[in-house]
């Protein structure tokens, strides 16, 4: 049964690139947006906090349609970035890249803010008094205490990423190669006559990806866990 | 020499503190709550006063008037804390390495070593926090102090988290300490028996206010 046809691997590989690619991009936004929140008051914090969990919220349909009414080719900020830096989402890989990132951005958030709120600020205080600026302070303590935070957004980002439909198939269509992601395929398949083996062929490899990214992250943040403590 | 005069309200408390200190350990003695480790925390620029001036030889550090606030990273005033607070994530040796690199000071092979020798941690030196006794934890947190070459070193209790046993185990590297760095001592305590021991001079609080100065017979 494991014989995947190309245009099936091609949807693995895709939907594994979009994935990863989305989740590595909106890693720093997530770290700096996570610090702002967790430890910073300014004015707009409530709004920004609200921005940023909306496409949880929101049917991912609706966030596809506002990407493509902002992005798309036709669309001022959209034909804006193509004809000045050449970049284009609509209809390419990239764009599948911006919707699961959007989409996966407020759990992303979420773990890292948690777990930046969770670091004692009594060793940043530490670090300040033995000569540390705020910047040092931040990427000598702070973010190496985040790291099993950061790692659990991340394989929840990437999750989300993987199975993100709604918002992507709005925004980019379902195009063979370019944006067709293993759930996009799935759907495909299951809407022609004779596609349910090659339908279940990709849902096992749905779960078994998953499976990995899960296991892989557990043993990750264990690892990260121990450090911490200081073992 | 240090001098301080800061005030501020901290909840029921009305801290109006003003001292000075000429070097050697001068002891912040009073029983908790007499607003000690806020004074403590106010000359690291770890709490801001209302108001006040706060002075080390020739540097204002702070200057409410003036608008001075020096911020911590930048006094050069390293601080022993209650509950060491070391970094859980390095080796002890990243630990005490942790000031000189943040201040952009040279590797002092010499000082480390001596550091190191005073307060008996060599065997300690490759191993984490989290795999340290209360009492060893206390001295690397010394000597981390001590290796960011400050100009004036805060002790908060630094034994109040240690049971009587571990205490006779630390008060004699602090004597060392005393007696070898050059360096002027804050040292915070409630307890008579150690300040007694420690300290050259005596500040005693009493509800945020100093109500006696004067050698350690006050104690």
């Given at each position: 049964m494991f014989d995947l046809s190309p245009e099936e691997w091609t949807a693995v590989a895709l939907s594994l690139r979009i994935a990863v690619v989305a989740t590595i991009v909106s890693l720093p936004f997530g770290i700096a947006i996570a610090f702002l929140l967790a430890r910073k008051n300014f004015w707009g914090k409530s709004l920004l906090d609200a921005v940023v969990h909306l496409p949880l919220v929101l049917p991912p349909v609706v966030t596809g349609y506002l990407l493509l009414i902002t992005?798309?080719?036709?669309a001022p900020l959209g034909a804006f970035l193509a004809d000045n830096f050449g970049i284009v989402f609509s209809f390419r890989w990239t764009g599948a890249v911006l919707a699961c990132a959007v989409m996966a951005f407020p759990l992303l958030v979420r773990a890292i803010r948690l777990s930046i709120e969770a670091v004692d600020g009594k060793l940043e205080q530490a670090a300040a008094t033995l000569g540390a600026r705020p910047a040092l302070v931040f990427f000598s303590v702070t973010l190496p205490l985040t790291l099993p935070g950061i790692i659990a957004g991340m394989v929840l980002a990437f999750a989300r990423a993987l199975g993100e439909f709604g918002a992507t198939i709005t925004f980019v269509s379902n195009i063979p190669g370019e944006t067709q992601t293993i759930s996009a395929a799935i759907y495909t398949l299951t809407q022609v006559p004779g596609g349910d083996a090659a339908a279940l062929r990709l849902v096992v490899i749905a779960i078994v990806i998953s499976l990995a990214a899960l296991m892989l992250s557990e043993w990750f943040a264990r690892r990260a866990t121990q450090r911490l403590r200081g073992e | 020499m240090l001098s301080v005069t800061v005030e501020k309200q901290l909840g029921e408390l009305a801290l109006d503190v003003s001292f000075t200190s000429a070097g050697g350990v001068t002891a912040l003695f009073?029983?908790?709550?007499?607003?000690k480790t806020s004074v403590i925390n106010m000359i690291a620029g770890l709490i801001d006063p209302a108001r006040g001036r706060i002075a080390l030889d020739d540097t204002v550090l702070f200057d409410a008037a003036a608008g001075i606030n020096v911020p911590a990273w930048r006094r050069g005033v390293g601080v022993v804390f209650q509950e060491s607070?070391?970094?859980?994530?390095?080796t002890v040796k990243h630990n005490l390495d942790y000031g000189r690199w943040m201040r952009g000071l040279k590797a002092d092979a010499k000082a480390f070593a001596h550091v190191v020798e005073l307060l008996d941690i060599g065997p300690l030196?490759?191993?984490?926090?989290?795999?340290?006794s209360g009492g060893e934890r206390q001295r690397v947190a010394f000597g981390r102090a001590l290796l960011m070459q400050p100009r004036l070193l805060l002790l908060d209790e630094?034994?109040?988290?240690?049971d009587a046993a571990r205490k006779q185990e630390i008060l004699p590297y602090l004597e060392r300490l005393r007696d070898d760095a050059r360096v002027p001592m804050i040292y915070v305590s409630h307890d008579p028996a150690e300040v007694r021991r420690i300290a050259t001079r005596v500040v005693r609080l009493e509800a945020g206010k100093v109500v006696a100065e004067g050698g350690v017979e006050l104690v």
């Open positions: 992005l798309g080719r036709r | 009073g029983m908790s709550g007499a607003g607070r070391l970094f859980p994530h390095f030196l490759a191993r984490r926090p989290g795999r340290l630094p034994l109040a988290s240690l």
